[in-house]
């Protein structure tokens, strides 16, 4: 009987090796508390040395959505109609999540190399709290963006609260992603700097600022890639339950919802199948 089989028979595991899937979710679980409370901790850090603080949660994509609504919106003609100023608003601050969620996710193992070398706890629970500061983060922007709907003139209705699952469904959505560019930038360091760039394509792609229908008419085509298009679909919903008089299909509830659990299932193996590489030294 070899060494390793000998261990084995007692329960003795080698250091860093990578449990299974389901013992890695109950790990993390237990981890919850800590997730939260180091999640809540960069909120309030991200912006404390600023003089307006937290604050410029609020300010930074308020000032992208009166940027891009003027340029699109008045600049061009006003042809885009009344509610525009409502649409880029709510297109902008959803996305800010995503891309949030993307570009934090990607760094979440590189950016702490050494409490992931010098700790023994489930990596998993890095990607994890930096989505769910982005989430904490969209949360008062999420006020705002309602009080802005209706100073401009939008009606409060009880459609509204379906912002709450729609978000629960992107929130998934968002993790499963972190976690797969998580595992890439620590395999290619220079993701990172690529993905801003991929964000930046996906912000003028996913129809924050244009609705497919309407722009993309002569392409049937197109039209159909964007039917299927998760964060285009996430944006249109959100939109169908704030403003006035804008409908959305029904079936793009199934569309989030399924991107949502095969991008959040996949992201989980994937990441976990790596376990054991992030704590090396790279």
């Not at 993307?102 to 193992?109: D, E, F, M």
């Amino acid at each position: 009987m070899t060494v390793a089989e000998e261990a084995e028979k007692y329960g003795l595991h080698r250091v860093g090796a990578r449990p299974t899937l389901v013992s890695y979710l109950k790990q993390t679980w237990q981890r919850r508390e800590f997730i939260y409370e180091l999640a809540k901790a960069r909120v309030q850090s991200r912006n404390q040395k600023n003089r307006l603080g937290m604050i410029w949660i609020v300010l930074k994509p308020t000032f992208n959505a009166l940027m891009y609504g003027a340029i699109f919106g008045v600049l061009m003609g006003g042809s885009r109609g009344p509610d525009y100023p409502v649409f880029v608003i709510i297109g902008v601050f959803l996305f800010e999540f995503f891309s949030a969620s993307l570009t934090n996710g990607a760094k979440s193992i590189t950016g702490n190399k050494s409490l992931v070398q010098s700790l023994a706890f489930p990596r998993l629970s890095l990607p994890v709290a930096e989505v769910t500061q982005n989430f904490l983060t969209l949360m008062p922007m999420l006020g705002v963006m309602f009080v802005y709907a209706m100073i401009l003139g939008t009606t409060p209705k009880w459609s509204w609260l379906g912002i709450i699952p729609l978000l629960g469904v992107y929130a998934v959505l968002n993790m499963g992603l972190a976690l797969i560019c998580a595992r890439i930038t620590v395999h290619i360091r220079d993701f990172s700097q690529i993905l801003p760039l991929f964000t930046r394509v996906m912000f003028y792609t996913s129809g924050v600022l244009f609705s497919a229908d309407r722009l993309l008419s002569h392409w049937p085509g197109l039209i159909a890639v964007f039917n299927v298009h998760p964060i285009y679909q996430t944006l249109q919903i959100a939109r169908g339950l704030v403003m006035d008089d804008y409908q959305h299909d029904p079936w793009a509830w199934q569309v989030v919802a399924l991107w949502a659990v095969c991008t959040f299932v996949f992201g989980m193996i994937y990441f976990w199948k790596a376990e054991e590489r992030y704590g090396r030294a790279n």
